[in-house]
């Protein structure tokens, strides 16, 4: 089970610099993430995401190559590959994975104009050391599926200082 974890920041460059911080760990095999998207509020109002995997490009990509194949077959290779350029382009773009666009889009909402949003889907990760790698990084939490202990912690480990040791009794 995955854990759904969206923080605030200033700026989109900020949210940027976190998500490329994660996905570094996740090199490390620290924590593995389903999905990274950053909503930005444009000053119109509007909420753009930006999405890790675009789907459209993808399935242009797939369509391109199967329709260039299959027009072989016919003799037809060039209106082949535009047809599944335009087929798979579109099934690419009605395609979603990972945290659902209408959810993020009525968060970013709440943001303010040039602010981001940062939409982690966590499926599993190492809490101390993830914790202290984004320790002092700033942003506010506004939604996420952690118990209270964990997002006590991230909290903490956000604005700067490391979550508070239990003194041992005597």
């Given at each position: 089970?995955?854990?759904?974890?969206?923080?605030?920041?200033?700026?989109?460059?900020?949210?940027?610099?976190?998500?490329?911080?994660?996905?570094?760990?996740?090199?490390?095999?620290?924590?593995?993430?389903?999905?990274?998207?950053?909503?930005?509020?444009?000053?119109?109002?509007?909420?753009?995401?930006?999405?890790?995997?675009?789907?459209?490009?993808?399935?242009?990509?797939?369509?391109?190559?199967?329709?260039?194949?299959?027009?072989?077959?016919?003799?037809?290779?060039?209106?082949?590959?535009?047809?599944?350029?335009?087929?798979g382009?579109l099934?690419?773009?009605?395609?979603?994975?990972g945290?659902?666009?209408?959810f993020?889009?009525?968060?970013?909402?709440?943001?303010?104009?040039?602010?981001?949003?940062?939409?982690?889907l966590?499926?599993?990760?190492?809490?101390?050391?993830?914790?202290?790698?984004?320790?002092?990084?700033?942003g506010?939490?506004?939604?996420?599926?952690?118990?209270?202990?964990?997002?006590?912690?991230?909290r903490?480990?956000?604005?700067?200082?490391?979550?508070?040791?239990?003194?041992?009794?005597?």
């Open positions: 089970m995955a854990d759904l974890v969206v923080i605030a920041f200033p700026t989109e460059e900020k949210a940027e610099e976190v998500r490329q911080r994660l996905l570094a760990l996740q090199k490390e095999y620290l924590i593995e993430l389903g999905d990274a998207v950053i909503a930005v509020k444009r000053p119109d109002g509007h909420v753009k995401l930006n999405q890790l995997v675009n789907t459209t490009a993808i399935g242009a990509a797939s369509g391109t190559f199967w329709g260039a194949l299959i027009g072989l077959i016919f003799m037809m290779p060039l209106v082949g590959a535009a047809i599944g350029a335009a087929s382009a099934s690419g773009a009605l395609s979603d994975v945290i659902d666009d209408k993020m889009k009525n968060i970013g909402e709440s943001l303010q104009p040039g602010n981001a949003a940062l939409f982690v966590v499926r599993k990760f190492t809490a101390d050391k993830v914790l202290k790698d984004l320790e002092g990084v700033g506010t939490v506004l939604r996420t599926s952690f118990n209270d202990e964990q997002e006590k912690a991230l903490e480990a956000l604005a700067g200082h490391a979550a508070a040791a239990t003194p041992p009794t005597a």
